[in-house]
């Protein structure tokens, strides 16, 4: 039986999932048998740990790190070493982690239908995102957890989409990807643009007390809202409008490498771990930036998204050389407005549970980098728009150069916050 893949269904809200399922692809050529019709059939592992072995084999970096990195950043913290080290260890160490995590995740979701298997992948797809603000709003670091919220966002549309496009812009001169379905996700961020700004220039403009306590109620319940639209987006993107959001071409059905049980298991293990390992990152933070002579805004916006865009930023590299870019476009754009849409307000959610003030301000720089960059994305997405040959349907095309611009835009923003400084006074967030 052959079906559109579980990955293209749900491409912009799975990204980790598709990580895995697009490098099983790669190699599925050695693990097929032939069905009594002649057909080709994908073969999955015969058992749990034949499944362990593909896995751990076919990625020999990611596991070296995860046996290494993770027991290191537990040893550091307990045995008490120099803050920097725990930092370190545990920056490392999350990054296996959350691969791993993505592998689990994508094998229950095989197993338990498409539309439960795109919650599970909505919500595990970002838990490590969700882990670190946690962490941070637990530590009273709201700066940095507003500033890891953007600059995931800015990771995604900026990093990973430019070196997608680079890449792809090497072995093809025109790529071509579904307009209609860029355009919705287009939408979906100028609306997180507007949903942040309104109660960071509310902020601004009215310098008082009691007009920040509003602020606070606007900003948990302006997250209830957007949790709504994200629920309507899942809604829209794997029911009522599933085409924009599909490649044309057919591929084969892959075999999970784990058993339901033990993927699940595995998942709920990885979470655990992973929670550890960002409290004891958070808890370093201070003293490491203070000994490193870098900002809380740099670590924020652009070292801690690296931990969970590693997934993202390979697999959309790889399919967009295989000139897969409405695959592409969802992983990048669709990973931003998950973070927008769903762990934003969660974020805003967890720190009203907790009593702290974590709300939609994100202060004006940030809100004018966001906006920028959500006006270069859509400018970028909305040239050479046309209608596909023999069809109605509306196309974009991307090439090389559209890639290295937004590359350069991002490390021109890299530049901005390294230089900034670690001083409390030299804080672009404290400078109005």
């Not at 812009?169 to 209609?180: I, K």
């Not at 994100?362 to 859509?378: G, I, K, S």
């Amino acid at each position: 039986r052959r079906r559109k893949p579980l990955a293209v269904d749900l491409e912009g809200m799975a990204s980790m999932h598709q990580a895995q399922q697009h490098k099983r692809r790669d190699s599925k050529d050695a693990t097929v048998t032939r069905t009594p019709s002649g057909e080709d059939s994908p073969e999955g592992p015969q058992n749990d740990c034949q499944g362990f072995a593909k896995i751990f084999g076919e990625h020999p970096i990611l596991s070296t790190l995860l046996f290494v990195a993770t027991p290191l950043g537990f040893v550091s913290h307990y045995l008490e070493w120099s803050p920097q080290y725990v930092f370190a260890t545990n920056f490392v160490a999350i990054i296996p982690l959350a691969w791993l995590i993505g592998k689990a995740t994508e094998d229950v979701a095989a197993k338990v239908g498409e539309t439960f298997g795109g919650l599970l992948n909505a919500t595990f797809g970002n838990v490590v995102e969700m882990l670190l603000c946690v962490a941070g709003i637990r530590s009273g670091e709201i700066l940095v957890v507003q500033c890891t919220l953007l600059g995931s966002m800015l990771s995604n549309l900026l990093l990973v989409m430019g070196c997608a496009f680079l890449a792809g812009g090497m072995f093809y001169a025109v790529q071509e990807y579904n307009q209609s379905g860029a355009a919705i996700q287009s939408s979906l961020m100028a609306m997180s643009v507007f949903a942040i700004g309104l109660p960071t220039v509310y902020t601004n403009v009215l310098h008082q007390e009691v007009e920040h306590e509003h602020m606070v109620q606007v900003s948990r319940w302006a997250s209830v809202f957007l949790l709504s639209i994200y629920a309507a987006y899942l809604v829209f993107q794997l029911k009522t409008h599933s085409d924009l959001f599909t490649d044309d071409g057919e591929e084969e059905e892959e075999q999970p490498d784990l058993s339901v049980c033990t993927a699940a298991i595995l998942l709920l293990v990885l979470t655990v771990i992973t929670s550890f390992a960002t409290d004891f990152l958070i808890d370093a933070l201070e003293t490491t930036v203070e000994a490193w002579k870098i900002s809380r805004e740099f670590v924020g916006i652009i070292l801690l998204p690296i931990i969970g865009n590693a997934a993202e930023h390979y697999t959309a590299i790889t399919v967009a050389m295989k000139n897969k870019m409405d695959l592409s476009l969802g992983v990048a754009a669709g990973s931003s407005c998950q973070m927008a849409l769903l762990v934003t307000p969660f974020t805003v959610l967890v720190g009203w549970w907790y009593g702290t003030e974590m709300t939609l301000n994100f202060h004006m720089f940030q809100l004018a980098v966001l906006y920028f960059a959500v006006f270069l994305v859509t400018t970028i997405l909305s040239t050479g728009r046309c209608e596909k040959e023999g069809s109605t349907t509306l196309i974009g095309k991307t090439n090389w150069f559209q890639g290295y611009v937004l590359l350069v835009t991002y490390f021109v923003l890299g530049l901005i916050y390294f230089f900034e400084g670690s001083g409390q006074h030299k804080s672009l967030a404290n400078s109005y």
